[in-house]
């Protein structure tokens, strides 16, 4: 089979009907950029050949185009020296799918029958068809598909070794091989039986008569230890009946209620005992309290009246000495005045002569500080005027107010012109510019968008108006210029443009002002007014005259400074004098008042005292009344000990009264319960035997084991027959192995002149059973195929393909090969090579080559094939 031409319509980009023709017999190129539909041809072609026209799985989806449609693909092929068309349509709607072959130009088939003549025509690749091998997806670049063309490589090489027909080898090997795998295929699968199977249902035999046998055998085990159990509780029964077992149970009841009883009357007359010693106790800690209450307040009184008495001469002898404090103060500070005064005279003659050195000093600086004062006046004038150019215009946050509204109004301008009413012309040859839009010419191929309406004027022709109607977004925009309107009201400008200009020239006042400021700064560090200040702190000279003659002449500097320096120290050790004097007046003010303190503590402390004792009579005499009943509460609480203690050691256990009469009580309990248990075991067991024996489990036991046994051997018999065909089949394969060379030969005999094209000298091993490039050796080197780099698999392995391709080409039942972009590895010195071979096959082969490398193409050669739209009512 040969293809001569191709039709798309609704796949994918191709919603338009397009068209490949010319295809040729021998090298076919299409060369054309990516997404350019190459590869949605290669799909389309696997689609016609290979899919149901009623199916509608992931496949065929992903050809519908994003405008829908219902995918179409139509081939012509030469086939036998016949001219067929192959049409085939998917439908959305599952089951609806069409498919009509025409042979020159009358119907043929359609339907099922079209899909068996297709089907016949070139076999699926998962029925082992040669497509599988030749038609090489894009980006497929080795034998990833290696399992799925295994038969078809054994197949094809098994077609063409004609010679090498021995039971060993070839389609005779093929056949009896085939017939030992469906005879296993009968009976097992890879997991175990197979469902249905003789050793499935020998196996689901042997497990049933086993579950049953075993099931028979419990069921013979349950009705012995069912005996065994009835045999045991008559005997409980007879026992737990016993009149004498019974009266032991009763007696000892009888004697544990008694002893109990007993208990609980003792236990009364320890607690009222107990209650006596609480009691005694009570009283006697009372008594206590009342005494040892009584003794502390006569002794806080006492106590009291010693503090008073302590405190008292303690703060005399303070008042003494803060008064001798307060006098050497007075003395002290007199003596600090008058050497202050002595400092104060000194360091005013020292000013005095600073004075009249400064004053000589002052000129330079009166001058530097004038000329300073002035440039900062004026640097402040400036600024002034700067802040208010620095206050004009638009600043940065209106700006950007301003430029939003902008954007706003241009989006909403955009999107009003994406919808509104539109006009596009496209001019016939030499008539650009002859149709006009409100008096300007309307350019070619341009969409004109029209949101409020226009007139088009044809000259010599007609005028046309158009009327956008209730276009949308005209709100929108709207309202966009009117935020944009106010934003420029608010700030004083009548465009965006003035804006942005403003603003600029307020940022560089504000600029040229922070400059002046800086400048200002240096100048004047503490302002305009400080160096005003400092220059009219300047000593001024003295006029003329101004000294009177008796004035008394002034001392040099050293002399004034040391005079000061002595003024000074006698002020300072004047001034810690006082210091220290007026530290230690404070601290006796502090310890005077700290005694006083604690003398007014002590007369409020005996005042309590004596106010707490106040009112009882005879104090000392109450306390000695106390003390001498003291003694008898004492016996009293050491009697009602004794009479609890006695009756605490003479009382019984009440845990262990309790428990004897609560094991009594038990015992009695559980014997009645015990035999209505016993009773009532033994009519149910008395049930199930009756059932048990009635079934007859035992006889059916024994015809059990006798089926199993049956079943064992058929099982047996079964599964020797799956081993003898198992290990039938293994001696096959091993004697398949040793004529594999037979295999391989035609296909290197193929491979091997197109091989050396790439390689001299060049050899390919191949893997006999799977039929695949195992080691490359070229230079005097082995290299493992897996290893070798994806150019080097890539070109290998398309060589294979072709060497394939020619021998089921000369077997009769040729094949074309489709490569879609198979060559995107290979280097430009190499690639010169590949399109030698592919030439070279080509003389007895049909082969197209899709790629997107256009210009590496063009020395291919071959019939260069070109995707076209179809014409308008061509069929």
Not at 234 to 257: C, I, K, T, V, Y
Not at 537 to 557: C, F, K, N, V
């Amino acid at each position: 089979m040969k293809l001569c031409s191709i039709r798309l319509e609704n796949l994918r980009r191709f919603t338009d009907p397009v068209e490949i023709t010319g295809i040729g017999p021998g090298l076919n190129v299409l060369a054309a950029p990516n997404e350019q539909g190459k590869s949605t041809i290669f799909d389309a072609l696997h689609a016609l050949f290979f899919k149901d026209a009623k199916a509608w799985d992931k496949e065929i989806r992903g050809l519908v185009p994003h405008a829908g449609g219902d995918p179409r693909v139509e081939v012509e092929v030469d086939h036998e020296g016949a001219r067929y068309r192959i049409a085939k349509q998917f439908f959305k709607t599952s089951g609806k799918g069409e498919v009509r072959i025409w042979r020159e130009g009358t119907l043929l088939h359609q339907a099922d029958a079209a899909e068996a003549w297709l089907k016949a025509l070139i076999k699926p690749p998962k029925e082992d068809g040669p497509s599988g091998l030749l038609w090489v997806r894009q980006g497929v670049t080795s034998f990833e598909d290696a399992r799925e063309t295994l038969s078809a490589r054994r197949d094809l090489l098994s077609s063409v070794a004609g010679e090498v027909e021995m039971v060993t080898g070839g389609q005779r090997m093929d056949a009896i091989r085939r017939q030992v795998r469906e005879a296993l295929d009968q009976l097992v699968t890879t997991r175990g039986a197979r469902k249905g199977g003789a050793l499935d249902l020998a196996e689901r035999a042997v497990a049933d008569l086993v579950q049953r046998r075993d099931q028979l055998s419990a069921q013979v085990q349950e009705l012995r230890q069912l005996l065994d159990q009835r045999r045991a509780l008559q005997a409980e029964q007879a026992a737990l009946n016993d009149p004498e077992e019974r009266a032991e149970l009763q007696a000892r009841l009888e004697a544990a209620e008694a002893a109990m009883e007993a208990a609980n009357r003792h236990q009364e007359q320890l607690a009222q005992a107990s209650h006596a010693v609480q009691l005694a106790e009570t009283v006697l800690e009372n008594h206590q309290r009342k005494i040892a209450e009584l003794t502390a307040r006569l002794e806080e009184a006492s106590a009291a009246k010693a503090a008073v008495a302590e405190t008292s001469e303690v703060a005399a002898r303070a008042h003494v000495t803060f008064d001798a404090q307060e006098e050497k103060k007075r003395h002290l500070t007199e003596a600090a005045t008058q050497a202050r005064a002595g400092a104060k005279k000194a360091r005013a003659a020292l000013d005095a002569v600073l004075q009249a050195i400064s004053v000589a000093q002052a000129e330079g600086l009166r001058r530097d500080l004038s000329d300073r004062l002035k440039q900062a006046r004026a640097q402040a004038d400036q600024i002034d005027s700067l802040a208010k150019a620095a206050a004009c215009g638009p600043d940065e946050a209106v700006l950007r107010r301003i430029e939003a509204a902008r954007e706003a109004h241009n989006l909403a301008r955009r999107a009003q012109e994406a919808t509104a009413t539109a006009v596009t012309v496209h001019y016939q040859a030499g008539q650009e510019g002859g149709i006009h839009l409100d008096g300007a010419g309307v350019p070619d191929g341009k969409r004109l968008p029209l949101p409020g309406g226009g007139r088009l004027v044809v000259p010599g022709v007609a005028e046309i108006d158009i009327h956008p109607g209730q276009a949308g977004g005209a709100a929108a925009l709207e309202q966009a210029q009117a935020a944009l309107t106010q934003l420029l009201e608010q700030a004083g400008c009548t465009s965006v443009e003035e804006a942005r200009t403003r603003h600029k020239a307020r940022q560089e006042a504000q600029q040229q002002r922070q400059e002046a400021q800086t400048l200002l700064k240096v100048l004047a560090p503490d302002g305009i007014k400080a160096l005003i200040d400092q220059l009219e702190a300047l000593p001024q000279a003295p006029g003329a005259g101004a000294q009177d003659e008796s004035t008394t002449p002034l001392p040099d500097r050293a002399q004034a400074e040391a005079a000061f320096r002595a003024a000074e120290q006698e002020a300072e050790a004047a001034e810690n004098a006082l210091e220290a004097i007026r530290s230690a007046a404070a601290d006796s003010r502090l310890a005077m008042e700290n005694a006083s303190a604690r003398a007014d503590a002590a007369v409020q402390r005996l005042d309590r005292a004596l106010a707490v004792i106040e009112g009882q009579e005879q104090a000392a005499e109450a306390l000695q009344r106390l003390s001498e009943d003291l003694p008898a509460l004492q016996q009293n609480l050491s009697q009602a000990k004794a009479t609890e203690t006695a009756l605490r050691q003479a009382a019984p256990d009440p845990a262990q009264t309790r428990a004897i009469l609560q094991r009594a009580q038990s015992a009695q309990d559980a014997a009645r319960q015990r035999a209505q248990e016993v009773a009532r075991d033994l009519a149910v067991l008395e049930t199930r035997i009756a059932t048990h024996a009635s079934a007859a489990v035992e006889e059916e036991l024994a015809d059990t084991e006798g089926q199993l046994d049956r079943a064992q051997k058929r099982l047996a018999a079964v599964e020797f027959e799956v081993a003898v065909l198992r290990r039938l089949d293994a001696a096959l394969e091993r004697a398949r192995s040793e004529a594999q060379e037979h295999y391989v030969g035609p296909v290197m005999a193929e491979l091997r002149p197109l091989l050396r094209m790439l390689w001299p000298e060049a050899e390919l091993s191949v893997d006999a059973g799977k039929v695949l490039p195992e080691e490359l050796q070229r230079g005097g080197e082995t290299a493992a195929f897996d290893s070798l780099s994806g150019g080097t698999q890539e070109q290998i392995a398309l060589l294979v393909r072709l060497a394939f391709a020619r021998l089921l080409a000369r077997s009769g039942h040729p094949a074309p090969v489709i490569l879609d972009d198979a060559i995107v590895y290979t280097d430009d010195a190499r690639i010169e090579k590949i399109f030698d071979a592919l030439t070279m096959q080509a003389d007895e082969l049909q082969i197209l080559v899709f790629s997107c490398r256009q210009k590496a193409f063009r020395g291919l050669g071959g019939t260069q094939l070109t995707i076209r739209p179809v014409e308008a009512g061509s069929q």
